[in-house]
Protein backbone atom coordinates (compact mmCIF):
# COMPACT_ATOMS: atom_id res chain seq x y z
CA UNK A 1 0.00 0.00 0.00
CA UNK A 2 1.59 3.39 -1.37
CA UNK A 3 1.72 7.27 -0.31
CA UNK A 4 0.45 8.30 -4.29
CA UNK A 5 2.77 11.76 -4.93
CA UNK A 6 2.09 13.09 -8.26
CA UNK A 7 5.03 15.59 -9.27
CA UNK A 8 4.76 18.70 -11.60
CA UNK A 9 2.51 15.85 -13.43
CA UNK A 10 0.86 17.17 -16.68
CA UNK A 11 -0.27 15.69 -19.89
CA UNK A 12 -1.22 16.16 -23.45
CA UNK A 13 -2.12 13.25 -26.16
CA UNK A 14 -0.66 15.80 -28.92
CA UNK A 15 2.92 15.94 -29.53
CA UNK A 16 3.43 19.63 -29.38
CA UNK A 17 0.71 20.98 -27.30
CA UNK A 18 0.31 24.74 -27.93
CA UNK A 19 -2.97 25.78 -26.08
CA UNK A 20 -4.14 25.29 -22.68
CA UNK A 21 -7.20 23.32 -23.76
CA UNK A 22 -4.62 20.68 -25.45
CA UNK A 23 -3.89 19.62 -22.19
CA UNK A 24 -5.53 16.70 -20.88
CA UNK A 25 -4.08 17.60 -17.56
CA UNK A 26 -2.43 20.87 -16.99
CA UNK A 27 0.13 21.10 -14.70
CA UNK A 28 -0.31 19.65 -11.14
CA UNK A 29 1.13 18.44 -7.46
CA UNK A 30 -0.95 16.25 -5.23
CA UNK A 31 -0.44 13.70 -2.52
CA UNK A 32 -2.95 10.64 -2.11
CA UNK A 33 -2.26 9.39 1.40
CA UNK A 34 -1.80 6.33 1.70
CA UNK A 35 -4.99 4.55 3.27
CA UNK A 36 -7.27 7.23 2.09
CA UNK A 37 -10.61 6.75 0.38
CA UNK A 38 -10.89 9.12 -2.87
CA UNK A 39 -13.09 10.13 -5.21
CA UNK A 40 -12.07 11.79 -8.48
CA UNK A 41 -14.94 13.90 -9.42
CA UNK A 42 -15.62 15.79 -12.47
CA UNK A 43 -17.63 16.45 -15.50
CA UNK A 44 -17.23 14.85 -18.43
CA UNK A 45 -13.84 15.21 -20.24
CA UNK A 46 -12.12 17.27 -17.29
CA UNK A 47 -9.17 14.68 -17.25
CA UNK A 48 -10.19 11.60 -14.83
CA UNK A 49 -9.47 8.78 -16.48
CA UNK A 50 -6.40 10.30 -17.81
CA UNK A 51 -5.33 11.19 -14.67
CA UNK A 52 -6.15 7.61 -13.45
CA UNK A 53 -4.60 5.95 -16.42
CA UNK A 54 -1.21 7.92 -15.72
CA UNK A 55 -1.37 6.55 -11.97
CA UNK A 56 -1.85 3.16 -12.95
CA UNK A 57 1.11 3.32 -15.97
CA UNK A 58 -1.93 2.89 -18.66
CA UNK A 59 -0.39 6.21 -19.93
CA UNK A 60 2.70 7.58 -19.86
CA UNK A 61 2.54 11.39 -18.45
CA UNK A 62 4.26 14.18 -21.10
CA UNK A 63 5.26 15.59 -17.95
CA UNK A 64 6.41 15.25 -14.08
CA UNK A 65 7.23 11.78 -11.68
CA UNK A 66 4.94 9.62 -10.27
CA UNK A 67 6.06 8.80 -6.75
CA UNK A 68 5.33 5.56 -4.74
CA UNK A 69 6.16 5.84 -1.71
CA UNK A 70 9.22 7.92 -2.40
CA UNK A 71 9.98 5.63 -5.36
CA UNK A 72 9.92 7.07 -8.75
CA UNK A 73 7.49 4.38 -10.82
CA UNK A 74 7.04 7.07 -13.71
CA UNK A 75 8.29 4.55 -16.43
CA UNK A 76 7.22 1.62 -14.50
CA UNK A 77 5.30 -0.72 -16.22
CA UNK A 78 1.35 -1.28 -14.67
CA UNK A 79 2.17 -4.30 -13.40
CA UNK A 80 5.15 -3.28 -11.91
CA UNK A 81 3.49 -0.77 -10.17
CA UNK A 82 1.55 -3.28 -8.30
CA UNK A 83 -2.20 -1.67 -8.68
CA UNK A 84 -5.69 -2.87 -9.24
CA UNK A 85 -8.26 -1.42 -11.51
CA UNK A 86 -11.74 -1.24 -12.31
CA UNK A 87 -13.05 -0.59 -15.66
CA UNK A 88 -15.57 0.69 -16.55
CA UNK A 89 -17.32 -2.33 -18.77
CA UNK A 90 -15.95 -5.66 -17.32
CA UNK A 91 -12.72 -6.99 -18.20
CA UNK A 92 -13.39 -10.98 -17.33
CA UNK A 93 -12.61 -13.76 -19.30
CA UNK A 94 -15.52 -15.22 -20.72
CA UNK A 95 -14.29 -19.18 -21.10
CA UNK A 96 -13.48 -19.24 -17.56
CA UNK A 97 -15.98 -19.80 -14.96
CA UNK A 98 -16.37 -17.27 -12.04
CA UNK A 99 -14.25 -19.17 -9.26
CA UNK A 100 -11.44 -18.58 -12.08
CA UNK A 101 -11.89 -15.45 -13.45
CA UNK A 102 -11.25 -13.76 -9.57
CA UNK A 103 -8.42 -16.80 -8.78
CA UNK A 104 -6.88 -15.12 -11.66
CA UNK A 105 -5.01 -12.04 -10.55
CA UNK A 106 -3.97 -14.53 -7.69
CA UNK A 107 -2.59 -17.16 -9.34
CA UNK A 108 -0.85 -14.46 -11.54
CA UNK A 109 1.07 -13.66 -9.01
CA UNK A 110 2.11 -16.68 -7.45
CA UNK A 111 -0.04 -16.96 -4.81
CA UNK A 112 -0.62 -19.99 -3.21
CA UNK A 113 -3.61 -22.72 -3.41
CA UNK A 114 -4.63 -21.91 0.03
CA UNK A 115 -4.60 -18.01 0.10
CA UNK A 116 -6.68 -18.21 -3.32
CA UNK A 117 -8.97 -20.12 -2.00
CA UNK A 118 -9.72 -18.02 0.78
CA UNK A 119 -9.85 -15.25 -0.86
CA UNK A 120 -11.77 -16.06 -3.68
CA UNK A 121 -14.14 -17.60 -1.02
CA UNK A 122 -13.77 -14.37 1.01
CA UNK A 123 -14.82 -11.97 -2.12
CA UNK A 124 -17.34 -13.91 -3.63
CA UNK A 125 -19.29 -14.01 -0.06
CA UNK A 126 -18.80 -10.13 -0.37
CA UNK A 127 -20.68 -9.63 -4.23
CA UNK A 128 -23.20 -12.26 -3.27
CA UNK A 129 -21.74 -14.69 -6.12
CA UNK A 130 -21.05 -17.96 -4.59
CA UNK A 131 -24.17 -19.41 -5.87
CA UNK A 132 -22.23 -18.64 -9.71
CA UNK A 133 -19.05 -19.75 -8.66
CA UNK A 134 -19.14 -22.82 -10.98
CA UNK A 135 -21.03 -21.04 -14.12
CA UNK A 136 -19.24 -19.67 -17.02
CA UNK A 137 -18.94 -15.87 -17.19
CA UNK A 138 -20.02 -16.04 -20.73
CA UNK A 139 -23.58 -16.42 -20.13
CA UNK A 140 -23.84 -13.67 -17.25
CA UNK A 141 -25.51 -10.45 -17.38
CA UNK A 142 -23.81 -7.18 -17.62
CA UNK A 143 -24.31 -6.34 -13.77
CA UNK A 144 -23.19 -9.82 -12.89
CA UNK A 145 -20.58 -9.89 -15.33
CA UNK A 146 -19.14 -6.47 -13.51
CA UNK A 147 -19.29 -7.84 -10.40
CA UNK A 148 -16.83 -10.41 -10.89
CA UNK A 149 -14.83 -7.36 -12.59
CA UNK A 150 -15.44 -5.95 -9.60
CA UNK A 151 -14.39 -8.63 -7.52
CA UNK A 152 -10.88 -9.09 -9.60
CA UNK A 153 -10.25 -6.01 -8.72
CA UNK A 154 -10.66 -6.47 -5.06
CA UNK A 155 -9.62 -9.99 -4.64
CA UNK A 156 -5.50 -9.23 -4.06
CA UNK A 157 -4.31 -8.17 -0.52
CA UNK A 158 -1.39 -6.98 -1.74
CA UNK A 159 -1.90 -3.99 -3.89
CA UNK A 160 -0.64 -0.44 -3.70
CA UNK A 161 -3.41 1.20 -4.60
CA UNK A 162 -7.06 0.13 -6.34
CA UNK A 163 -8.35 2.31 -9.12
CA UNK A 164 -11.91 2.24 -9.84
CA UNK A 165 -13.07 4.12 -13.23
CA UNK A 166 -16.49 4.85 -13.08
CA UNK A 167 -17.26 0.44 -11.94
CA UNK A 168 -20.90 1.39 -11.24
CA UNK A 169 -21.91 2.65 -14.41
CA UNK A 170 -23.42 -0.40 -16.05
CA UNK A 171 -25.06 -1.61 -12.25
CA UNK A 172 -28.78 -1.73 -11.60
CA UNK A 173 -29.28 1.20 -9.41
CA UNK A 174 -30.47 -0.36 -6.50
CA UNK A 175 -27.07 -2.55 -6.80
CA UNK A 176 -25.41 0.62 -6.76
CA UNK A 177 -25.65 1.96 -3.23
CA UNK A 178 -24.99 -1.81 -1.92
CA UNK A 179 -21.44 -2.45 -3.50
CA UNK A 180 -20.73 1.42 -2.97
CA UNK A 181 -20.98 0.21 0.88
CA UNK A 182 -19.54 -3.46 0.08
CA UNK A 183 -15.73 -1.38 -1.40
CA UNK A 184 -16.30 1.09 1.42
CA UNK A 185 -15.64 -2.31 3.79
CA UNK A 186 -13.02 -3.47 1.54
CA UNK A 187 -11.41 -0.42 2.40
CA UNK A 188 -11.92 -0.05 5.96
CA UNK A 189 -10.86 -3.99 6.41
CA UNK A 190 -7.71 -3.41 4.20
CA UNK A 191 -6.78 0.58 4.48
CA UNK A 192 -5.69 -0.01 1.03
CA UNK A 193 -5.46 3.37 -0.55
CA UNK A 194 -8.61 3.74 -3.37
CA UNK A 195 -9.17 6.17 -5.84
CA UNK A 196 -12.94 5.93 -7.35
CA UNK A 197 -13.82 8.27 -10.54
CA UNK A 198 -17.36 9.13 -10.99
CA UNK A 199 -19.06 12.27 -12.56
CA UNK A 200 -21.67 11.63 -9.59
CA UNK A 201 -21.87 13.72 -6.69
CA UNK A 202 -23.61 11.28 -4.63
CA UNK A 203 -21.64 8.59 -5.58
CA UNK A 204 -18.37 10.86 -4.54
CA UNK A 205 -19.84 12.33 -1.56
CA UNK A 206 -20.25 8.67 -0.34
CA UNK A 207 -17.84 6.76 -1.21
CA UNK A 208 -14.83 9.11 -0.03
CA UNK A 209 -12.91 11.15 2.95
CA UNK A 210 -11.47 13.83 0.22
CA UNK A 211 -13.38 14.60 -3.01
CA UNK A 212 -11.14 15.75 -5.42
CA UNK A 213 -12.17 17.79 -8.11
CA UNK A 214 -11.34 18.56 -11.41
CA UNK A 215 -12.53 21.16 -13.70
CA UNK A 216 -10.62 21.41 -17.66
CA UNK A 217 -7.65 19.26 -17.12
CA UNK A 218 -7.17 20.61 -13.38
CA UNK A 219 -7.69 19.48 -9.73
CA UNK A 220 -9.87 22.66 -8.39
CA UNK A 221 -9.92 21.57 -5.06
CA UNK A 222 -9.20 18.18 -2.68
CA UNK A 223 -11.70 18.20 0.85
CA UNK A 224 -14.06 16.21 3.05
CA UNK A 225 -17.85 16.97 1.63
CA UNK A 226 -18.47 19.29 3.89
CA UNK A 227 -15.20 21.44 3.44
CA UNK A 228 -16.59 21.66 -0.43
CA UNK A 229 -20.01 22.34 0.49
CA UNK A 230 -19.04 25.30 3.36
CA UNK A 231 -16.25 26.45 1.52
CA UNK A 232 -15.84 26.01 -2.18
CA UNK A 233 -12.06 26.95 -3.50
CA UNK A 234 -13.21 27.47 -7.07
CA UNK A 235 -17.38 28.61 -8.75
CA UNK A 236 -16.76 25.54 -10.57
CA UNK A 237 -16.88 23.25 -7.09
CA UNK A 238 -19.37 25.79 -5.30
CA UNK A 239 -21.72 25.11 -8.86
CA UNK A 240 -21.07 21.41 -9.39
CA UNK A 241 -21.65 20.40 -5.49
CA UNK A 242 -24.97 20.85 -4.18
CA UNK A 243 -28.61 20.63 -5.56
CA UNK A 244 -28.99 23.18 -6.63
CA UNK A 245 -25.17 24.37 -6.73
CA UNK A 246 -24.08 27.27 -5.50
CA UNK A 247 -25.57 30.89 -7.28
CA UNK A 248 -22.72 32.74 -8.76
CA UNK A 249 -23.52 36.35 -9.29
CA UNK A 250 -20.86 39.30 -11.19
CA UNK A 251 -19.74 41.73 -8.31
CA UNK A 252 -17.54 45.00 -7.70
CA UNK A 253 -15.94 44.88 -4.76
CA UNK A 254 -15.67 47.81 -2.43
CA UNK A 255 -14.45 47.58 1.07
CA UNK A 256 -16.61 45.29 2.79
CA UNK A 257 -19.65 45.44 -0.03
CA UNK A 258 -20.52 43.88 -3.00
CA UNK A 259 -22.64 45.61 -5.87
CA UNK A 260 -24.33 43.58 -7.96
CA UNK A 261 -25.53 45.35 -10.41
CA UNK A 262 -27.49 48.26 -8.67
CA UNK A 263 -27.75 46.42 -5.10
CA UNK A 264 -25.53 45.79 -2.26
CA UNK A 265 -24.61 42.85 -0.55
CA UNK A 266 -22.63 43.34 2.93
CA UNK A 267 -19.52 40.86 3.47
CA UNK A 268 -17.87 39.70 6.47
CA UNK A 269 -14.96 41.41 5.64
CA UNK A 270 -12.97 43.27 2.70
CA UNK A 271 -10.85 42.06 0.73
CA UNK A 272 -7.09 41.11 1.44
CA UNK A 273 -4.83 43.94 0.58
CA UNK A 274 -2.79 42.02 -2.10
CA UNK A 275 -6.68 41.59 -4.11
CA UNK A 276 -5.91 42.01 -7.30
CA UNK A 277 -8.15 44.80 -9.50
CA UNK A 278 -10.68 43.52 -11.57
CA UNK A 279 -13.91 41.84 -11.88
CA UNK A 280 -15.36 39.87 -9.40
CA UNK A 281 -18.12 37.44 -8.44
CA UNK A 282 -19.77 36.38 -5.26
CA UNK A 283 -21.15 32.96 -4.75
CA UNK A 284 -23.87 32.25 -2.58
CA UNK A 285 -25.43 28.91 -1.90
CA UNK A 286 -28.93 28.92 -1.92
CA UNK A 287 -29.45 27.58 1.47
CA UNK A 288 -27.70 30.38 2.78
CA UNK A 289 -30.61 32.81 1.62
CA UNK A 290 -33.93 33.69 3.15
CA UNK A 291 -36.75 34.60 1.09
CA UNK A 292 -38.61 37.33 2.60
CA UNK A 293 -41.38 39.69 1.41
CA UNK A 294 -39.77 43.13 1.51
CA UNK A 295 -37.16 44.77 3.12
CA UNK A 296 -33.22 45.61 2.69
CA UNK A 297 -31.75 42.71 0.24
CA UNK A 298 -32.08 41.37 -3.06
CA UNK A 299 -34.52 42.44 -4.95
CA UNK A 300 -36.22 39.25 -7.14
CA UNK A 301 -39.10 38.32 -9.66
CA UNK A 302 -40.06 34.91 -8.22
CA UNK A 303 -40.18 32.49 -11.34
CA UNK A 304 -41.33 29.05 -9.63
CA UNK A 305 -40.57 26.56 -7.07
CA UNK A 306 -40.13 23.22 -7.12
CA UNK A 307 -41.24 21.22 -3.74
CA UNK A 308 -38.99 18.45 -3.36
CA UNK A 309 -40.63 17.16 0.09
CA UNK A 310 -38.33 18.51 3.13
CA UNK A 311 -37.60 21.92 1.36
CA UNK A 312 -38.45 24.20 -1.69
CA UNK A 313 -36.53 25.51 -4.08
CA UNK A 314 -37.52 28.65 -5.38
CA UNK A 315 -35.99 29.99 -8.64
CA UNK A 316 -35.89 33.63 -9.35
CA UNK A 317 -34.71 36.23 -11.40
CA UNK A 318 -32.44 39.10 -10.31
CA UNK A 319 -32.02 41.88 -13.05
CA UNK A 320 -31.96 38.75 -15.58
CA UNK A 321 -29.84 36.83 -13.53
CA UNK A 322 -31.15 33.38 -12.36
CA UNK A 323 -30.58 32.84 -8.69
CA UNK A 324 -32.53 30.49 -6.58
CA UNK A 325 -33.01 29.77 -2.41
CA UNK A 326 -33.62 26.13 -0.48
CA UNK A 327 -36.79 27.30 2.05
CA UNK A 328 -38.50 25.05 4.49
CA UNK A 329 -41.31 23.10 3.08
CA UNK A 330 -43.83 25.06 5.29
CA UNK A 331 -43.01 28.79 3.81
CA UNK A 332 -44.62 30.45 1.44
CA UNK A 333 -43.92 31.38 -1.75
CA UNK A 334 -44.69 34.95 -2.78
CA UNK A 335 -46.70 34.43 -6.01
CA UNK A 336 -44.29 37.76 -7.99
CA UNK A 337 -42.19 39.36 -6.43
CA UNK A 338 -39.56 38.86 -3.17
CA UNK A 339 -36.58 40.16 -1.61
CA UNK A 340 -33.53 37.77 -1.15
CA UNK A 341 -31.64 38.13 2.32
CA UNK A 342 -27.70 36.29 2.16
CA UNK A 343 -25.87 34.91 5.28
CA UNK A 344 -23.18 37.32 5.33
CA UNK A 345 -21.31 34.97 7.25
CA UNK A 346 -21.71 32.65 4.12
CA UNK A 347 -20.73 34.92 0.91
CA UNK A 348 -17.64 33.95 -0.52
CA UNK A 349 -15.81 36.31 -3.20
CA UNK A 350 -14.23 34.85 -6.53
CA UNK A 351 -11.71 36.68 -8.38
CA UNK A 352 -11.10 34.45 -11.93
CA UNK A 353 -13.42 31.86 -10.32
CA UNK A 354 -10.54 31.27 -7.27
CA UNK A 355 -11.93 31.99 -3.97
CA UNK A 356 -10.29 35.27 -2.18
CA UNK A 357 -12.44 35.88 0.69
P1 LIG B 1 -15.32 10.95 -19.11
O1 LIG B 1 -16.02 11.13 -17.78
O2 LIG B 1 -16.17 11.32 -20.27
O3 LIG B 1 -14.68 9.61 -19.24
P2 LIG B 1 -12.84 12.15 -18.25
O4 LIG B 1 -13.01 13.19 -17.21
O5 LIG B 1 -12.42 10.80 -17.78
O6 LIG B 1 -14.14 12.04 -19.14
P3 LIG B 1 -10.65 11.96 -20.11
O7 LIG B 1 -11.23 10.75 -20.74
O8 LIG B 1 -9.45 11.81 -19.25
O9 LIG B 1 -11.78 12.73 -19.28
O10 LIG B 1 -10.37 13.03 -21.26
C1 LIG B 1 -9.70 14.26 -21.02
C2 LIG B 1 -9.43 14.92 -22.37
O11 LIG B 1 -8.48 14.14 -23.10
C3 LIG B 1 -10.66 15.04 -23.25
O12 LIG B 1 -10.58 16.25 -23.97
C4 LIG B 1 -10.54 13.85 -24.20
O13 LIG B 1 -11.13 14.12 -25.44
C5 LIG B 1 -9.01 13.73 -24.35
N1 LIG B 1 -8.59 12.32 -24.57
C6 LIG B 1 -8.85 11.28 -23.75
N2 LIG B 1 -8.28 10.16 -24.23
C7 LIG B 1 -7.66 10.51 -25.38
C8 LIG B 1 -6.88 9.79 -26.33
N3 LIG B 1 -6.62 8.48 -26.21
N4 LIG B 1 -6.39 10.49 -27.40
C9 LIG B 1 -6.64 11.80 -27.53
N5 LIG B 1 -7.34 12.54 -26.67
C10 LIG B 1 -7.86 11.89 -25.60
Known amino acids: MACIELENLAHSYLVNPTQPWQWALKKMNMTWRQGGAYALLGPSGCGKTTLLNVISGLVKPSHGRILFDGRDVSQVSTEERNIAQVFQFPVIYDTMTVAENLAFPLRNRGVGKGETAARVKQVAHMLGLEPLMSRRAKGLTADLKQKVSLGRGLVRADVEAILFDEPLTVIDPHLKWLLRAQIRRVHAETDVTMIYVTHDQTEALTFADQVVVMYQGEVVQVGTPQQLFDEPAHTFVGYFIGSPGMNVLPARIDGDRAHVGSHVVTLRSGLPQTAPAGDYEIGIRPEHLRLTRGGAGLPVRVRRFDDIGRVKIV ?43
Do not use: F, M
Not at 323 to 342: K, N, R, T
Open 315 to 357: HCDLDGLPISAVIDEDEGVPADSAVLVPDPTRIHVYYQSCKVA
